[in-house]
């Protein structure tokens, strides 16, 4: 095996992309714009959600209430029609009713009796309140929205009782065992996900591409005729797209970074370390999955196999504890899993190679695995 | 020595059978013409003594070593039958890529390329991007990438397809200075003209060889004028012999 016939296959790797500006533009367009769309999508909470208030309360206190919602989140029209308020519920128009019986305040608060004991003294006796108790008219056929409305009224009645300086018997306090991550917001933790995910599919996509191109153009064998090996052959696309997926990963860092503002508090050199042998691990598995397609439109058949098990197995949106117990171990199964994990530890923990080894070890090691997979394929169809 | 040595090489796909047992020789020095019909076996012949498929049965030698000895490897040119070029490569690039696999240092092969451009008739559209070429420019490039690294044994699927007869006339004249130089080359062809050209001629059908000899010979055999009488006589014949044994 010599060092210049790998470097020379993946200098064709660059000369292609330098005349075949579609596929530059799909390298670097496709997963910053995956970046977007994902971070703005799942990144943003729930906003403007369209609820009516009825109140009838003769007090305050509900008054207070609605004032101590979040106006951003919520989108707030009132109304005195709770039969028609109901209805717009029901018409789809509005997510949930809240509604204050005229009693509200009363019940709320503590219950005083005037006691008169025939023979004595009027005495005022003061019970607890009686319990108020608001109504909640919701939809639950959209439990994203229905779930931000419920969230609310605990956390505006909690902020009354605090601004009226009750002291809550039980109280809990935060510390935080990452101090730099202790505003991380969803985005922060989405953005590891996305990147390996981008890089995951689009590398996986792409060596698909190339390689059932190779195959059935004839210039697979072509190259095989000249004294260019199988194992050259493979490292030299590899050395080719781990470089661009360096590239890929870092321009998603700076989007990231430009448009999220997001947190990178660990060592970027662990980072791209990670994101290379993620694109190595999608690059083998590519070139492996190649040999079932004889066309490329056989190959595109197989997009959905590499974007699924990445999207929902690998803990981009669904942490792996939640996974049901049989489905786990598939998610071990996936590079993008350990790269994710890792990605996190560095760029959120701020964790550097002493910890996260591991996952770069599994990541290696699925490494050697797929590219001894693809070179012992490549070699088998010589039948 | 023989350069090419099949013995008795048969090649299953699933259930068909497209080489039944072929075995030719071509010496070293030789320019041989393997014709045939289409599907007879021609292209898969030339797969097995490239290496890039494996015989199921019978014995194939390349210049002294079985096919798929990393030996062999850069010894010989393959021309196959399609285009095999990197369509988003220029002419130049996908000459250059296998140069530097095969090898050959930069100056070197700067100048086998400029060279070769030459040949083909394609110096002015070294810099184009090979899926803007027209279709036979496309198999001159093929062509050119065959013969880059001067190999002692050149393989030739159908070289001259979709070339115009000046450019043809100017490949079998490079041919031939090749053969003078030494280079053993076995070419497949539709062209009974080229046939003619070649020191001995195999003709296979069904995955045998059916006829070998001097074009002259040939003819000989079954009494006719010209080469492409005697190719429909003995691929008729063992079409009509296939059919009784069957
Ligand atoms: N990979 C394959 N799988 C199945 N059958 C194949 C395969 N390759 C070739 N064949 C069959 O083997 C036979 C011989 O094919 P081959 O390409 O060698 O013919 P040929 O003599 O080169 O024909 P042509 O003049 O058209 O190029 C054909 O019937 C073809 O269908
Ligand atoms: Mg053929």
């Known amino acids: 095996m010599t060092l210049r016939r790998t470097l020379a296959i993946a200098r064709k790797q660059f000369l292609t992309l330098r005349h075949d500006k579609r596929t530059l533009a799909l390298m670097l367009v496709a997963p910053v714009m995956a970046m977007l769309i994902f971070g703005f999508a799942f990144g943003s909470s729930a906003k403007h959600v369209p609820v009516v208030v009825v109140n009838e309360d003769r007090g305050a206190t509900a008054g207070k209430i609605v004032d101590a919602l979040d106006h951003d989140v919520l989108a707030i029209a009132t109304s005195s029609d709770l039969a028609g308020a109901k209805a717009a519920v029901d018409r789809g128009d509005k997510v949930a009713v809240l509604y204050f019986a005229p009693g509200f305040t009363a019940d709320a608060s503590p219950q005083t009796h005037l006691q008169m004991v025939p023979g004595k003294a009027p005495a005022v006796q003061v019970l607890p309140p009686k319990g108020a108790h608001a109504q909640l008219y919701v939809d639950t056929t959209n439990q994203e929205l229905a779930g931000v409305v419920m969230a609310q009224l605990p956390a505006a009645a909690g902020k009354l009782a605090a601004a009226a300086g009750q002291k809550s018997p039980i109280n809990f306090d935060n510390q935080y065992a990452f101090t730099r991550a202790k505003n991380a917001t969803t985005t922060d933790s989405l953005v590891p996900g996305i990147i390996a995910f981008a890089i995951t599919v689009f590398t996986t996509l792409l060596t698909l591409l190339a390689f059932v191109g190779e195959r059935t153009s004839g210039t697979l064998d072509r190259l095989r005729v000249t004294p260019a090996t199988e194992a050259e052959i493979v490292l030299g696309y590899e050395l080719a797209f781990g470089v661009i997926?360096?590239?890929?990963?870092?321009?998603?860092?700076?989007?990231?970074?430009?448009?999220?503002?997001?947190?990178?508090?660990?060592?970027?050199?662990?980072?791209?370390?990670?994101?290379?042998?993620?694109?190595?691990?999608?690059?083998?598995?590519?070139?492996?999955?190649?040999?079932?397609?004889?066309?490329?439109?056989?190959?595109?058949?197989?997009?959905?196999?590499?974007?699924?098990?990445?999207?929902?197995?690998?803990?981009?949106?669904v942490a792996l504890s939640s996974l049901p117990d049989w489905l786990r171990p598939f998610s071990y199964l996936l590079p993008p899993t350990w790269a994710i994990q890792a990605l996190r530890d560095v760029l959120l923990r701020g964790w550097g190679l002493d910890h996260v080894w591991p996952q770069i070890l599994v990541l290696l090691g699925f490494a050697i695995i797929f590219t001894t997979g693809a070179i012992v394929g490549l070699k088998r169809s010589r039948a | 020595m023989n350069t090419i040595q099949l013995e008795r090489v048969e090649k299953q796909f699933g259930a068909f059978r497209a080489l039944n047992g072929l075995s030719l020789r071509v010496q070293q020095g030789e320019l041989y013409g393997l014709i045939g019909p289409n599907g007879a076996g021609k292209s898969t012949?030339?797969?097995?003594?490239?290496?890039?498929?494996?015989?199921?049965?019978?014995?194939?030698?390349?210049?002294?070593?079985?096919?798929?000895?990393?030996?062999?490897?850069?010894?010989?040119?393959?021309?196959?039958?399609?285009?095999?070029?990197?369509?988003?490569?220029?002419?130049?690039?996908?000459?250059?890529?296998?140069?530097?696999?095969?090898?050959?240092?930069?100056?070197?092969?700067?100048?086998?390329?400029?060279?070769?451009?030459?040949?083909?008739?394609?110096?002015?559209?070294?810099?184009?991007?090979?899926?803007?070429?027209?279709?036979?420019?496309?198999?001159?490039?093929?062509?050119?990438?065959a013969l880059l690294a001067r190999p002692k044994l050149l393989i030739l699927d159908e070289p001259t397809v979709g070339v115009d007869p000046e450019l043809r006339a100017s490949f079998w004249a490079h041919f031939d200075r090749l053969r003078q130089e030494g280079t053993t080359i076995l070419i497949t062809t539709h062209y009974m003209d080229e046939a003619l050209r070649c020191e001995r001629v195999g003709l296979i059908n069904h995955g045998q060889l059916v006829a070998e000899g001097t074009p002259a010979e040939l003819m000989k055999q079954v009494k006719v004028q010209t080469l492409e009488e005697a190719f429909l006589a003995f691929a008729g014949r063992n079409k009509a012999n296939t059919e009784v044994s069957a």
């Open chain 1, 245 to 317: 997926a360096a590239v890929q990963g870092g321009l998603l860092l700076t989007v990231a970074l430009l448009v999220y503002h997001v947190l990178i508090v660990g060592p970027l050199a662990v980072a791209a370390l990670v994101v290379v042998l993620t694109a190595i691990d999608a690059q083998a598995i590519g070139i492996v999955v190649s040999a079932a397609a004889r066309r490329e439109s056989q190959a595109v058949q197989f997009i959905p196999f590499i974007i699924f098990p990445t999207f929902l197995l690998s803990g981009i949106f």
């Open chain 2, 45 to 145: 012949a030339i797969k097995i003594m490239v290496g890039l498929q494996r015989a199921t049965g019978g014995t194939a030698k390349v210049l002294g070593y079985g096919p798929q000895d990393p030996q062999v490897r850069g010894l010989l040119g393959y021309m196959p039958q399609e285009t095999a070029l990197y369509p988003d490569l220029t002419v130049t690039e996908n000459l250059d890529l296998f140069g530097r696999l095969y090898g050959i240092e930069k100056e070197e092969r700067q100048r086998r390329i400029a060279e070769l451009l030459g040949l083909v008739n394609l110096s002015d559209w070294a810099a184009t991007v090979v899926t803007n070429l027209s279709g036979g420019m496309q198999h001159r490039t093929s062509l050119a990438v």
